[in-house]
């Protein structure tokens, strides 16, 4: 009975050798194989960068053979489609400049506001729920703002001024500032939460209200964060596409006045990207050599906003 037993304890421990000796040879190959694994990962977004890249300089550079560059950056008229063909973009850039103005004034102020209320004022259970529901407009389709701004607030505006276009910049800015409002009020709030809540401890015992708290001691302490919502709504607002495509309308002109309907980079892009445009022509080229436009755009924001964040950032 002795002998039997063991004899089953040294086939257990057998057993047991083997099962650990397989589960360290088995965590062993998932250690090896796991960095490669997780490099691989990290290089897709890089080998999709690259390949952006590298597809936008080469039909640009196919684009400015044909085209002198400096026709294209300084000219005031943009008719690649119909003749006399133009091939200036100043215009494009105007328009998408006139949008992005128009909607930074609707939601830095709005969205700055809503992040002061929701960090200073706001109760946790009231956070809990406005946040959330703020944030939903993110979610909302563009196309939906778009159709919006078409039949909601361009009627508004031709109430108090039946002259304007149907299409007009005005009403686009504004559905694309509403649509910008989340970035920048989540963004801000979050960036005042994490001030201390010992400098405002500390503000309110030498006797400041709420209010100059919030403007004279939060905001400063998160402009950071601020300034860095700001640019990203910015260069939200300069790739939009489907807003104004549908509300701003699609004529490329050269123009101060946000009544008039306009056309924007993005806007273009969408009308030569519909399948009529040859294959290697000329026109098919523009829509290269304004994206790339927009890429350089939206690339020298994105670094300033970093260079932003960096020199005003406090460390607590």
Known sequence: MDGERLHNIKAASIAGKEAYSFKNKKVSVLNKVMPYLLFLCAAVSILTTIGIVY???SETYQFFVKIPFIDFITGTKWSPLIEPKSFGIL???SGTLMITFIACIVALPIGL???IY???YATARVRKI?????EVLAGVPTIVYGYFALTFI?????GIN???SVFNA??????????TIPMVSSLSEDAMSAVPRSLRDGAYALGATKLEVALRIVVPAALSGIVASFVLAFSRAIGETMIVTVAAGATPKLTANPLESIQTMTAYIVQVSLGDTPHGSVEYGTIFAVGITLFVITLLLNIFAQFMAKRFREEY
């Not at 406005?130 to 703020?134: A, F, Q, R």
């Not at 361009?154 to 031709?158: A, E």
């Not at 005005?170 to 649509?179: C, N, P, Q």
């Open 130 to 134: 406005v946040k959330p529901i703020l």
């Open 170 to 179: 005005l009403s686009a800015g504004i559905a694309v500032g509403i649509m």
């Open 154 to 158: 361009t009627p508004i505006i031709r």
């Open 113 to 115: 506001a809503s992040a």
């Open 55 to 57: 597809t936008l300089i």
């Open 162 to 164: 039946p002259d304007i």
């Open 91 to 93: 215009p494009l850039l």
């Open 118 to 120: 929701l960090s200073e």
